[in-house]
């Protein structure tokens, strides 16, 4: 709900001034983190918003096959960033961040339609809770190993509110993800020590609102809602850029 994310950017806004919020601007970096069957390109279109406000943005290219691949490669980029980070996930990319974000460089957490698992749960933990009622991923069994979405399904569960082009795209280019990324236990969770925000996108099909939000309340996040499928950062970049700058502008 566009609603929800107006008032929290408000608040945000209000509790530091003009200067404050433009010297934020050049004093943190923000690396984004995608998630499962995608790449960092999905990125784009947030990382030139929020690149045309002044932030140093990285995105991460995980090969997302296994968890600790991927917190290396999230990492890494850590590691080149210019200034202190605001660490962005969306998906899977939340279990990557939640790993990979206890570095002293990590300032605060942003999940975006994420998973944010606690210490000894998995991704095939929190995906495989009963949600009644929701739907969810429609994963194919899995092939030598990895995971992919049945291809005529993808489109409207992952990015129904995204160019239909786009979309069947998307679904033929899947990425395969996996089955060790998806069942290796987090041990440290960053949302324990870090400040967390949390984007629940309310139509999504791939992770179940419910699961979004019970995620969210145990990291105790500041939570916006947004009536969005799981591709959000397609879908809406200008609103998931503002909440990241948003997010930005209160990290010292």
């Not at 404050?20 to 995608?34: M, T």
């Not at 993808?154 to 160019?163: L, N, Q, R």
Request: proline share 7%; with cysteine; aromatic share 6%.
């Amino acid at each position: 709900m566009k609603r929800a994310i107006t008032g929290l950017l408000a608040a945000m806004i209000t509790t530091a001034s003009p200067l404050a919020a433009s010297a934020a601007e050049k004093a943190v970096s923000i690396v984004v983190v995608h998630g499962a069957f995608v790449d960092a390109s999905g990125w784009q279109a947030v990382h030139d918003i929020l690149s045309a406000k002044g932030y140093e943005v990285l995105a991460v290219q995980n090969p997302t096959v296994t968890l600790k691949g991927d917190v290396e490669a999230t990492r890494q980029v850590i590691a080149r960033a210019k200034k202190p980070v605001v660490l962005v996930g969306h998906s899977y990319g939340g279990a990557v961040i939640t790993e990979a974000g206890d570095l002293p460089k990590v300032q605060s957490l942003v999940y975006l339609a994420a998973y944010a698992p606690q210490a000894g749960e998995s991704v095939f933990d929190i995906a495989t809770a009963p949600t009644p009622g929701e739907d969810k991923a429609p994963l194919l069994p899995p092939s030598n190993n990895f995971l992919l979405c049945d291809l005529e399904k993808f489109p409207t569960s992952f990015a129904a509110d995204v160019d239909p082009k786009t979309a069947r795209f998307m679904a033929d280019a899947q990425v395969p993800w996996g089955l060790e990324a998806v069942q290796t236990k987090i041990t440290a969770p960053a949302w324990k020590d870090k400040p967390t925000y949390f984007m629940v996108t309310t139509k999504d099909h791939m992770i179940p609102p419910s699961q979004q939000r019970a995620n969210a309340a145990r990291a105790k996040a500041k939570v916006v809602e947004i009536d969005s499928s799981h591709a959000v950062m397609l879908s809406h970049p200008q609103e998931v850029a503002d909440f990241i700058a948003g997010v930005a502008a209160q990290t010292n």
